[in-house]
């Protein structure tokens, strides 16, 4: 009996361990289309997975995935999971939604069923406090700091949750700065414009700074922020002084060493005047260089109010965020 198309890739990944589109074409000698074709129909019923981007592409038998029963589970549970939930994988794949989060079970060893209605649970809980808009900070920063320069201080979401890791938009955060890719970081950017801007419109903002980023990188996220959100207000000038060795905020344990890491390092070099400024940063550990800066920029003068933004923030008291 004949061998089909799909069985004969199959077994050829399978001995070889991992093959391209164009190498499984030559070896079957078909053309790629059709090649395309069946792997399109092995990756749906996974009995494929791929690896890499075009051009560089690759299908692998085993991706580590085991399959995960069917399980019921409340409609409107099951709905604010596939909304909220993102994983990425050791081997850098994305698994969100309700599938993602039942890879996520899998991983842990934890019943889908059971964990669904917990997730959901915590959930509501930390999203309680987005009810009015982002998230309200002050009472943290007001909790943690002797002299508050800052007259708010808001973000859009917590970096993570308790016993469920970073949120989406943590995660999103997390590996659009640190792989540098600006599609990772126009999808993040997508997900914050509108709140953004609601947020600037609301409290009559007339100018924008941006935190400078210490680590340097080809793409940096608050520079492709700026560039992407493209706010129709004056941006106030801020810059990151040079230091014989650059010392990371996220690399500071201690709440004094960020203030002064703050402190010396962060220059307000704008001579306008505003009446509101907006201070927008990655992520709110203690606050320190947002809190700094707003100091600095009172002190110059540059403005009467001072909004601090975080994309994400830590839930309570100073809490060091090192990853992002």
Request: proline fraction near 3%; include cysteine.
């Amino acid at each position: 009996m004949k061998k089909k198309t799909s069985e004969k890739i199959v077994q050829y990944i399978t001995d070889k361990g991992q093959a391209s589109g164009n190498e499984l074409a030559d070896h079957l000698n078909i053309t790629t289309r059709a090649v395309r074709k069946q792997l399109s129909n092995l990756l749906t019923e996974g009995r494929v997975y791929k690896i890499g981007r075009p051009p560089k592409v690759f299908y692998l038998r085993d991706g580590g995935k085991k399959v995960v029963p069917t399980v019921h589970i409340d409609s409107k549970i099951k709905k604010m999971i596939e909304d909220r939930f993102l994983v990425i994988t050791p081997a850098g794949e994305r698994e969100e939604g309700f599938d993602g989060f039942a890879y996520w079970c899998n991983k842990q060893k934890l019943p889908v069923e059971k964990t669904s209605t917990e997730y959901v649970k915590t959930i509501k809980k930390y999203e309680s406090h987005k009810k009015n808009g982002p998230i309200n900070g002050m009472y943290k920063i007001k909790h943690t700091f002797d002299e508050v320069f800052l007259d708010k201080v808001y973000y859009l979401d917590f970096y993570s949750i308790e016993r469920f890791g970073k949120t989406k938009l943590g995660q999103l955060l997390l590996y659009a700065k640190q792989s540098q890719d600006r599609l990772l970081i126009k999808e993040l950017v997508d997900r914050i414009r509108q709140q953004i801007i609601t947020l600037v419109e609301k409290n009559n903002i007339d100018a924008v700074g941006y935190i400078p980023p210490t680590v340097k990188r080809e793409t940096q996220l608050m520079r492709e922020l700026e560039r992407q959100l493209n706010l129709s207000i004056p941006t106030i000038n801020l810059v990151k002084v040079k230091t014989p060795v650059a010392v990371p905020q996220k690399t500071l344990n201690k709440l004094e060493d960020r203030v002064l890491n703050a402190k010396s390092t962060i220059i307000v070099d704008d001579t306008k005047k505003y009446k509101k400024v907006l201070l927008i940063d990655d992520a709110l550990g203690s606050g320190s260089t947002l809190n700094e800066t707003a100091r600095k920029i009172k002190h110059q003068g540059n403005a009467e109010i001072v909004i601090g933004l975080a994309i994400t923030g830590s839930f309570s008291g100073f809490e060091v965020i090192s990853e992002v």
